[in-house]
């Protein structure tokens, strides 16, 4: 299972775009990337997911080098409910949740 | 659609009781998870179902705790002489299949307080 380094926090301000980085130094060739968003008393929501370069959808984009050793999450003009966890994650069905990115986004 | 469904939403019990918790998935997903938060951290994977196969119970912390999946659809943890160190919140997700893309629905928890 791929172990995934990100930053414990960020703050960020309304409108801004945000990018958040995640390491996973040993992914392994089948594994995906995949990031989630908690909010305070509910579970980890499905963001985005990828396997290499690049993917974008109504909420985020995602960014995978060639190596595949890292990856950004990038969220458009954020607002103050984008103040979230953010959880990246690289591996299949045992994935395993970090302690992810606590993001606060200010007015 | 109907999302992962978890009952109860708070749960609040003395120290030994035993508890359980149930996990109603989304309706066609054949992989269910059970993973738990203690406050400020991440998810600790404890144990998935895959159909009929035998379940992955190697994130299960101890043999206090135990889960079943009966008719491949609602799943109930189990935790036998409850401990303090036990409490937190007690999460549970659902997919398609256990593909390596397939992403994990999350319902909002159970919330255990052990007095």
């Known amino acids: 299972l791929a172990k995934t380094t990100q930053p414990i926090s960020m703050d960020s301000y309304e409108g801004q775009e945000v990018n958040i980085t995640c390491s996973h130094n040993?992914?392994?060739?089948?594994?995906?990337i995949t990031w989630y968003q908690q909010f305070p008393s509910q579970g980890p929501r499905f963001i985005i997911q990828?396997?290499?370069t690049k993917v974008t959808n109504e909420v985020a984009s995602l960014f995978i080098p060639a190596d595949r050793k890292s990856s950004t999450l990038s969220l458009p003009r954020v607002s103050l409910s984008d103040t979230a966890v953010y959880y990246c994650?690289?591996?299949?069905?045992?994935?395993?949740f970090g302690a992810g990115t606590r993001l606060f986004v200010k007015a | 659609g109907a999302g992962v469904s978890q009952s109860p939403s708070n749960k609040v019990t003395e120290k030994g009781k035993d508890v359980e918790l149930r996990c109603d998935p989304i309706?066609?997903?054949?992989?269910l998870y059970w993973y738990r938060q203690s406050l400020g951290q991440g998810l600790e994977f404890l144990i998935y179902?895959?159909?009929?196969?035998?379940?992955?119970k190697s994130g299960l912390p101890s043999d206090r705790f135990s889960a079943e999946r009966t008719g491949g659809s609602v799943s109930t943890l189990t935790i036998q002489r409850t401990q303090q160190e036990d409490s937190a919140v007690y999460l549970c997700?659902?997919?398609?299949?256990?593909?390596?893309?397939?992403?994990?629905?999350f319902g909002d928890g159970t919330r255990l307080s052990i007095l």
């Open positions: 997700a659902s997919s398609l299949d256990t593909g390596v893309s397939q992403p994990q629905h």
């Open positions: 179902f895959q159909g009929n196969s035998a379940p992955d």
């Open positions: 309706s066609g997903h054949t992989a």
């Open positions: 040993n992914i392994a060739t089948n594994d995906y």
């Open positions: 990828g396997y290499k």
């Open positions: 994650l690289a591996g299949g069905f045992k994935t395993i």
